[in-house]
């Protein structure tokens, strides 16, 4: 999908997971806030928002982007969305080391964030997962080991901005 953004030719550019295709309903109001925003983000952690996963996925990613927003000291509420449009030369201006699960895009928005750029996030319930299709919990092991992949990458992008 990199080589697909960097080689699209829209001034707008995203991405959402394949089972997510609900969220397109959000893209009118998410492109019209590119007005005011570099990026804009559909986020599970601010007033009005939701998630409606199963309680140990929800309670292990609210407290994951707690966590990262002390931790990369950000304003944004939900680092880990991955729900997202962006001016086309934002992306080209940071693109995306694109290595791993989701973790890429915390570093991402990391560096976007630090370099002054403005990040709106836009409140949203994320739906419960179709048993059988979550990339990231189809059991704990592999939720452990992702989580684990997501740790090493912050400390990654905390070397990084000394």
């Known amino acids: 999908y990199l080589v ?16 997510m295709s609900s969220v397109i309903k959000h893209y009118p109001q998410m492109i019209n806030k590119l007005d005011e925003a570099d990026i804009v983000i559909l ?4 007033e009005g928002s939701k998630d409606e996963r199963n309680k140990f996925r929800v309670i292990v990613s609210y407290l994951l982007n707690k966590f990262l927003k002390l931790i990369l000291r950000s304003k944004i509420n939900d680092i880990s969305s991955g729900l997202h449009i962006m001016k086309r030369e934002i992306f080209l201006s940071e693109i995306p080391i694109a290595y791993g699960h989701g973790e890429f895009f915390m570093e991402f928005l990391s560096r976007i964030e630090k370099r002054g750029h403005k990040i709106i996030e836009l409140t ?3 739906p419960g997962d179709i048993e059988g ?7 704990l092991y592999t939720f452990s080991k ?3 992949f997501y740790i090493m990458r912050l400390l990654r992008t905390l070397l990084k901005r000394q």
Not at 4 to 19: E, T, Y
Not at 133 to 139: G, I, R, T, V
């Open 4 to 19: 697909g953004l960097i080689n699209s030719s829209g001034d707008i550019v995203g991405w959402i997971d394949s089972n």
């Open 43 to 46: 986020s599970r952690y601010i």
């Open 146 to 148: 992702l989580g684990f």
């Open 133 to 139: 299709n979550s990339k990231s919990f189809p059991n």
């Open 124 to 126: 949203y319930t994320h």
